[in-house]
Structures are given as structure tokens and as C-alpha cells.
């Protein structure tokens, strides 16, 4: 018991020890105990009642000596309550302690931890949110382009074993033969077999090929050229170099990184959040990577960037532009343009707001 709770049974026993002293020793006594409960804790108080076997003034007398031990004790401990003094000692803590973690228990919490957890949980519900209104406002072609992927390589994982569909692959023969001309275009959608390589290399793809189709969201048509050219340079100059592709849409994701990089020279990028390099720094950067994952001389990667550099050239100097034709017919009334033109509608009213 605490300090307060001695000294107050000490003055109960000292007050009705000293009025007994003056009666007869033929007094017996009985003891109960009365219970008082504080905002700082609960405790007893002596409550001793006379029973008298012979006199009754003696029992009077023992009551009034009573009262006064409690009035005493009472203004005692209101004193002491308004002075800040705890009242609670060592076993009330303790008691109020497992209380405490009766409660935890019963509300199913577990102090910091918890809310850690909690917050944790709250972290992941943003970053999940924040991707998802990320890919609502991806570009119409970025979009289409990375669901064609993920179903190609979805539909590999599923029924060929993790390998890229024959059928969408590069194949000349049955090009030439069968006419398959889906072909040379299927084929950049492949960015390797499903795992961490192909989950950052989509990622590469949907960060710098959604924010190159913004740049040219008033005239979408540019950024059509732009990938069209990549893609017939990869597949007409592979070969040519006697070069066998396997996975051209890692390839072209080179392409797009060094264009972008040529849009935003001079700004510093976060690499992972391990260190800082310039954006044109950064096509050879995914370079090194390439060989670090992949144990070999990263040469399509490194003709991504040779084609991406003559595009840009092409594009500075005027020789590479959208044909008249494209882009009337984007700017007339066809159905299929009108549709195209509300796709690329809401990311040009975001460049308004922000100009």
C-alpha cells in the first residue's frame, strides 16, 4: 500500500486506541471495513463499531470516537486529493495495468504495434489507390499496349510453360508465306517471360511511354510516328545485322527511355531511391542493369538507343513528320477519330489547368 494509505489506517488505529484506553477493557469490538473509491484509485478505511455487552454509554461513546477517526480521515484525504498526491500504490498500478491489457485484449489492440499496423495498412490502401488512379489516367495507346501485354504473357505463363505465344512471335516465313502480318507488331509485346524483369521493364514502359504520349497530347498523330518508327527500325534492322530479337518490347522500352531522356536533358532522376543521375544518364544506366540481370552484352539495347538517337534527329531537323493525310483525318469527323479525340480530351484539359 502507499505512503497515504498507511498514515491514514495508522491515525484510525491511534484515535480508537486512545479513546478505549479510557474505558474498561470488558469492550469488545468488531471490525468491517468501508470502502471508498477515488478517481485515483480505491482503498479501505477502518470501521470499528462498538458492541456493548454491559453499558451503553461506553457504546456511545466508542461511536462517537468512531465518527470522528472517519471525519479525520476524510478531510485527510481530501486534503491530500486536492495537493495532486496519487493515491494509487503498487498493486493498484499493477491492477490497473492488467486492466489495461484486459482491454487490449478485449478490443483487439496491441498499443504501438497496432497502430503501426494500422498505419501500415493505411500506407498500402494509398499506394494501391494512387496505382490505380495512376492507370485510370494512363494514355489511350500506353493502355492498350500494356494490357495486350499482360494478357500475351498471361496466357504464356498459364498454358505455354512461362514462354511467349508462337503465334505473336517474329517469324518471317510465315509472314511472308501466310501473311501473317500481325506479327511484327505482337512481337513488342513481348518483355520477357513473367518475373521481376518483365514487372520493371512494364513499369519503364508505362512510366516514360505514357509521359512521352502526354507531350504530344495535342497531336497524338506525332507520338503514332514516333512509335512506328521505332518498331520498323527494330525489325527491319535486326536482321539486317543478322541479329536474332527475342524480346523486342524490352528493346523498344531502350528507344522510348533515351527519347524521353532527350525531352527532359539536364533534370535529375531518382534511381529507386538509392541514388540521383540525370535523364540522360539514364538510357545507359538501364544498360548496365540489362547486363548486370541478364550476363551478356546488352546489343539490341544498345541499337534501342542508336535508333531512338536517329529518330530524334530525324524529329529536330523536320524530315520526320506526320503525313497530311493522318492528320486530317484526325482533325475530321470520323467516327472512329471523334472517339479518339475524347480519349486525349481529359489529359489535355490537365495541361490547360496546369498552364
Given at each position: 500500500?502507499?505512503?497515504?494509505?498507511?498514515?491514514?489506517?495508522?491515525?484510525?488505529?491511534?484515535?480508537?486506541?486512545?479513546?478505549?484506553?479510557?474505558?474498561?477493557?470488558?469492550?469488545?469490538?468488531?471490525?468491517?471495513?468501508?470502502?471508498?473509491?477515488?478517481?485515483?484509485?480505491?482503498?479501505?478505511?477502518?470501521?470499528?463499531?462498538?458492541?456493548?455487552?454491559?453499558?451503553?454509554?461506553?457504546?456511545?461513546?466508542?461511536?462517537?470516537?468512531?465518527?470522528?477517526?472517519?471525519?479525520?480521515?476524510?478531510?485527510?484525504?481530501?486534503?491530500e486529493i486536492r495537493?495532486?498526491?496519487?493515491?494509487?500504490?503498487?498493486?493498484?498500478?499493477?491492477?490497473?495495468?492488467?486492466?489495461?491489457?484486459?482491454?487490449?485484449?478485449?478490443?483487439?489492440?496491441?498499443?504501438?504495434?497496432?497502430?503501426?499496423?494500422?498505419?501500415?495498412?493505411?500506407?498500402?490502401?494509398?499506394?494501391?489507390?494512387?496505382?490505380?488512379?495512376?492507370?485510370?489516367?494512363?494514355?489511350?495507346?500506353?493502355?492498350?499496349?500494356?494490357?495486350?501485354?499482360?494478357?500475351?504473357?498471361?496466357?504464356?505463363?498459364?498454358?505455354?510453360?512461362?514462354?511467349?505465344?508462337?503465334?505473336?512471335?517474329?517469324?518471317?516465313?510465315?509472314i511472308l508465306t501466310?501473311?501473317?502480318?500481325?506479327?511484327?507488331?505482337?512481337?513488342?509485346?513481348?518483355?520477357?517471360?513473367?518475373?521481376?524483369?518483365?514487372?520493371?521493364?512494364?513499369h519503364f514502359v508505362?512510366?516514360?511511354?505514357?509521359?512521352?504520349?502526354?507531350?504530344?497530347?495535342?497531336?497524338?498523330?506525332?507520338?503514332?510516328?514516333?512509335?512506328?518508327?521505332?518498331?520498323?527500325?527494330?525489325?527491319?534492322?535486326?536482321?539486317?545485322?543478322?541479329?536474332?530479337?527475342?524480346?523486342?518490347?524490352?528493346?523498344?522500352?531502350?528507344?522510348?527511355?533515351?527519347?524521353?531522356?532527350?525531352?527532359?536533358?539536364?533534370?535529375?532522376?531518382?534511381?529507386?531511391?538509392?541514388?540521383?543521375?540525370?535523364?540522360?544518364?539514364?538510357?545507359?544506366?538501364?544498360?548496365?542493369?540489362?547486363?548486370?540481370?541478364?550476363?551478356?552484352?546488352?546489343?539490341?539495347?544498345?541499337?534501342?538507343?542508336?535508333?531512338?538517337?536517329?529518330?530524334?534527329?530525324?524529329?529536330?531537323?523536320?524530315?520526320?513528320?506526320?503525313?497530311?493525310?493522318?492528320?486530317?483525318?484526325?482533325?475530321?469527323?470520323?467516327?472512329?477519330?471523334?472517339?479518339?479525340?475524347?480519349?486525349?480530351?481529359?489529359?489535355?484539359?490537365?495541361?490547360?489547368?496546369?498552364?
Amino acid at each position: 500500500m502507499t505512503r497515504i494509505s498507511l498514515q491514514l489506517l495508522a491515525l484510525g488505529a491511534l484515535s480508537v486506541v486512545g479513546v478505549s484506553s479510557l474505558r474498561r477493557p470488558f469492550l469488545s469490538t468488531t471490525t468491517t471495513m468501508t470502502n471508498i473509491k477515488t478517481t485515483s484509485g480505491a482503498f479501505s478505511l477502518p470501521n470499528r463499531v462498538g458492541t456493548v455487552h454491559t453499558n451503553d454509554n461506553y457504546s456511545k461513546e466508542s461511536a462517537a470516537a468512531a465518527s470522528l477517526c472517519k471525519a479525520t480521515t476524510l478531510r485527510l484525504l481530501l486534503k491530500e486529493i486536492r495537493g495532486g498526491a496519487s493515491l494509487v500504490d503498487s498493486d493498484d498500478e499493477d491492477w490497473s495495468e492488467d486492466e489495461e491489457d484486459d482491454d487490449d485484449l478485449l478490443f483487439g489492440l496491441d498499443d504501438a504495434d497496432d497502430f503501426d499496423m494500422a498505419e501500415s495498412d493505411f500506407a498500402e490502401d494509398n499506394t494501391v489507390d494512387r496505382m490505380l488512379d495512376a492507370w485510370k489516367k494512363t494514355p489511350p495507346l500506353t493502355k492498350a499496349y500494356l494490357s495486350a501485354s499482360f494478357a500475351a504473357t498471361l496466357y504464356g505463363y498459364v498454358c505455354n510453360r512461362n514462354e511467349f505465344p508462337a503465334a505473336l512471335s517474329l517469324e518471317w516465313k510465315p509472314i511472308l508465306t501466310k501473311l501473317q502480318l500481325w506479327r511484327p507488331f505482337t512481337s513488342f509485346l513481348n518483355f520477357g517471360p513473367f518475373g521481376l524483369g518483365y514487372i520493371m521493364t512494364a513499369h519503364f514502359v508505362w512510366t516514360y511511354m505514357s509521359t512521352l504520349e502526354r507531350l504530344n497530347h495535342d497531336r497524338p498523330f506525332d507520338f503514332w510516328i514516333m512509335m512506328v518508327f521505332g518498331q520498323l527500325s527494330m525489325v527491319i534492322g535486326y536482321p539486317l545485322l543478322k541479329l536474332s530479337p527475342r524480346f523486342l518490347g524490352h528493346n523498344l522500352s531502350t528507344f522510348l527511355v533515351y527519347i524521353w531522356s532527350r525531352y527532359h536533358e539536364g533534370i535529375e532522376v531518382n534511381m529507386f531511391e538509392l541514388f540521383n543521375t540525370r535523364a540522360e544518364m539514364l538510357p545507359w544506366f538501364f544498360l548496365a542493369q540489362t547486363f548486370l540481370l541478364e550476363g551478356e552484352l546488352p546489343v539490341l539495347d544498345f541499337l534501342g538507343i542508336v535508333f531512338g538517337h536517329i529518330y530524334h534527329h530525324c524529329k529536330t531537323v523536320g524530315i520526320l513528320r506526320a503525313p497530311d493525310t493522318l492528320v486530317n483525318w484526325y482533325n475530321g469527323d470520323s467516327a472512329i477519330a471523334l472517339r479518339i479525340r475524347n480519349e486525349y480530351a481529359p489529359i489535355s484539359s490537365d495541361f490547360e489547368m496546369v498552364a
